[in-house]
């Protein structure tokens, strides 16, 4: 008797967690709910915006049910990780473009190869930054970000120096910014400096300026790090002179002492005249009151070091084909002009489908086009989050003065090899 | 009450159920009454350790099955210089906070140990920050020792000494985590303390003060072997509590600047959950348990030459 009742307990319980894991199919109905996650801070008007365009897709897709799986960046992709060693993943998610290849290399994404050649490719910026080396994509573009130059054209004018033109060089950035770092208190301490060279977010820092002086992170389908060379150096030199002996940029200590994402606030406050920052970054200024700018990057020995991220949505592996299918609509119907031209108005991402970008940025802002235009990837691969801080680390080591650039240049391509290393030596060529 | 004898109390024992059988019902209650704790002992304890025993031997990515390695990730972890650096980080980390915390508490348990008016909101006032989340204390934090608004540069200011990057500077960051942490976590220690002094006769002072010890002679001779039983209890806590230190990193520092306050537990962490590693992550839970288990397990030897329980 209790025999039997254990083996009915046992029963229902595996119909409950059976039901539990069908849950999201196609029924016999053809309806199929789909689960789609996304990053954005409670209350912050991309939710809003979003949870619109669900409404839209659902209102015109009767047969698909959207559940939004919604967490501030940070914890989204905490929960998302342990979701998927559980195998309850959302169907569909929003990923931070240079954690596409790291989800994928390890079988968790949904080749979309196949669906991106129904797309006309030519109507979409982005998609080739997330083909991988074999020639495969498993993320479609959501929104792209491409770091410019900003700067402050009341400062500028004050100043009276002339704003910046397409034809800049590192060296005229370099006496403008000179020209701009003004002491008004006498305090022997700059209250505006001209640039800001270093930041803890590298794409705004130090990656694209290593490039523009000729050096390069990654190589070879990004699995050889190549950042110890003189290059490198020059570029780094350039930064630390920037901050020290030049004295128009804050140094790394002023810099990492304003706390994470304050750093971005820097131009936005008119403590610098001018810096890099990626589309996201014109809400802050624009919010301020900031009368500025966009010019492109100015030009190094080797161009100018465009790069983006394409952040980018993402299919399950695990997602029933009738998902998968729910799944690409929504992407498709995300990446149509009404969406794009929705979410554009929300100003924190250079729209992915190419007319709408080119009709919301205005002429003055076509800088982000034309760097998006000629950017490469970040070095992304399978282990773009480790390697990146091992290298993260050592030029901290090398801006902050801790360990001589050389040493720094050295030790963080080690470090950052034997990492990429660790990961490929196990994998398939 | 009825005694069976003879022949009848025979067949009366003869047809009695055996003990096993008798008492097979009573245990079924018994575990069905435990059953709520040992649910929560197998899912929630056994389960999770054996598990993270499995995949410390295992290379495990959350996404594919994990693949045995037997005890690669631990060889791996003695050659991983990042490894042994935040071990070096935690070490340092736990030296400066444990016995700074320990001598604090019990300096501010005398002190407050006192039937004065307004005591209880002194003590109110220290434990405070016990209960405020590290995010609140990382704001305080700021506030003190931010390099450019900290009240701790316009003390030095004061004092015609140069201002210091208190977080950023890798050669202080540990030390200004290990103040920061005993401001957080001094209260609670003090608590104990108060209760071990409370606990001391008030006739062995009364005793000492009669035959003439000294104020020194009574805390070194009274009070510190009434409250070595809480000083021991606190030990461990603050040693336990330290080398598995991860949310006020996290939160303060990330590990900066460049790695000099990245602790074990945040190395583990990344590890796990942010670089796919979960077998690697696992290996190092396991040998930072093996650690805690070590030091607690010396400082229960180490307790008999030095503990009073009266």
């Not at chain 1, 990780?81 to 989800?103: C, H, K, M, Y």
């Not at chain 1, 002179?241 to 304003?258: H, I, W």
């Not at chain 2, 649910?39 to 598990?51: F, G, M, T």
């Not at chain 2, 000099?260 to 796990?272: M, N």
Request: glycine share 8%; charged share 20%.
């Amino acid at each position: 008797m209790r025999v039997r009742m254990l083996a009915a307990a046992a029963v229902a319980v595996l119909t409950v967690a059976g039901t539990a894991a069908c849950g999201g199919s196609a029924d016999d109905s053809g309806a199929v709910t789909l689960r789609l996650g996304f990053y954005a801070a409670a209350g912050d008007p991309a939710d809003t915006t979003m949870r619109e365009l669900v409404k839209e897709f659902t209102a015109a897709n009767p047969s698909i049910k959207v559940q939004l799986e919604v967490a501030p960046y940070v914890k989204f992709f905490e929960k998302l990780r342990t979701q998927i060693a559980g195998g309850q993943a959302p169907q569909v998610w929003l990923s931070d473009g240079v954690l596409v290849q790291e989800f994928a290399a390890r079988g968790a994404l949904a080749d979309l190869s196949d669906r991106v050649k129904t797309v006309n490719a030519a109507d979409y910026s982005g998609i080739e930054l997330n083909r991988d080396a074999k020639g495969r994509v498993y993320g479609f573009p959501q929104g792209a970000q491409t770091p410019v130059l900003f700067y402050n054209k009341k400062l500028f004018a004050d100043a009276k120096v002339a704003e910046p033109t397409a034809d800049w060089t590192y060296d005229d950035l370099a006496a403008a910014a000179k020209k701009l770092t003004t002491d008004t208190n006498g305090d022997g301490k700059p209250d505006t400096y001209g640039f800001r060279a270093y930041s803890p977010g590298f794409t705004e820092s130090w990656w694209p300026i290593i490039k523009a002086f000729g050096g390069d992170i990654v190589t070879d389908d990004n699995r050889k790090v190549v950042v110890d060379s003189s290059q490198s150096k020059a570029a780094l030199d350039w930064m630390l002179g920037a901050m020290g002996k030049d004295g128009f940029a804050p140094d790394y200590a002023f810099t990492e002492g304003l706390g994470k994402g304050v750093v971005h606030t820097l131009f936005a406050t008119g403590r610098v005249a001018m810096s890099y920052g990626i589309y996201a970054r014109t809400l802050p200024a624009t919010s301020a009151g900031v009368d500025f700018g966009v010019a492109p990057l100015p030009k190094g020995p080797a161009g100018r070091g465009n790069v983006a991220i394409v952040n980018s949505w993402v299919v399950n592996k695990s997602a029933s084909a009738a998902q998968a299918d729910a799944a690409w609509k929504w992407i498709t119907f995300f990446s149509g002009e009404g969406p794009q031209r929705k979410w554009a108005e929300l100003g924190e991402a250079i729209p992915i489908n190419k007319k709408v970008a080119a009709a919301a940025l205005s002429a003055d802002r076509h800088a982000f086009l034309d760097s998006l235009d000629a950017a490469t990837d970040l070095g992304v691969n399978a282990v773009w989050s480790e390697y990146t801080e091992a290298l993260a680390k050592r030029m901290g080591e090398a801006l902050s003065g801790a360990s001589p650039v050389d040493t720094a240049l050295a030790t963080g391509q080690k470090e950052a090899q034997e990492v990429i290393d660790r990961f490929y030596a196990g994998q398939p060529q | 009450m009825t005694v069976l004898t003879g022949r009848a109390g025979k067949v009366a024992a003869e047809r009695r159920p055996p003990a096993r059988k008798r008492h097979a019902g009573e245990r079924v209650w018994a575990v069905a009454f435990a059953s709520p704790y040992l649910l929560h002992l197998v899912a929630l304890a056994a389960w999770p350790l054996l598990a993270s025993l499995f995949f410390s031997m295992t290379d495990y990515d959350l996404v594919s099955s994990p693949k045995f390695v037997g005890f690669d990730n631990f060889a791996r972890m003695f050659n991983d210089g990042l490894f042994w650096r935040t071990l070096g980080n935690t070490a340092y980390f736990a030296v400066l906070f444990v016995p700074t915390q320990t001598v604090l508490a019990l300096a501010l348990a005398i002190a407050l140990n006192q039937r004065l008016r307004g005591m209880a909101l002194f003590r109110a006032a220290y434990f405070v920050p016990v209960v405020s989340s590290w995010v609140v204390v990382a704001y305080v934090a700021d506030a003190v020792f931010n390099p450019q608004t900290g009240i701790a540069n316009q003390v030095l200011d004061f004092f015609g000494l140069p201002a210091e990057n208190w977080l950023q500077d890798p050669a202080l960051v540990i030390p200004t985590l290990a103040a920061v942490a005993v401001w957080k976590g001094v209260g609670y220690m003090m608590v104990l303390f108060l209760a071990g002094l409370q606990a001391i006769p008030e006739e062995r002072y009364e005793a000492a003060k009669i035959d003439g010890a000294s104020a020194w002679n009574r805390f070194r001779y009274i009070t510190l072997p009434g409250v070595s039983g809480t000083t021991f209890l606190v030990l461990v806590l603050t040693s336990i509590e330290t080398l598995q230190s991860f949310e006020q990193v996290f939160v303060m520092t990330d590990g900066g600047p460049h790695g000099a306050s990245e602790l074990t537990v945040l190395h583990l962490y990344r590890q796990g959950f942010q670089f796919f590693q979960m077998g690697y992550a696992s290996a190092i839970a396991w040998v930072l348990f093996v650690l805690v288990l070590a030091l607690t397990m010396v400082q229960f030897r180490l307790q008999r030459r030095w503990v009073h329980y009266a």
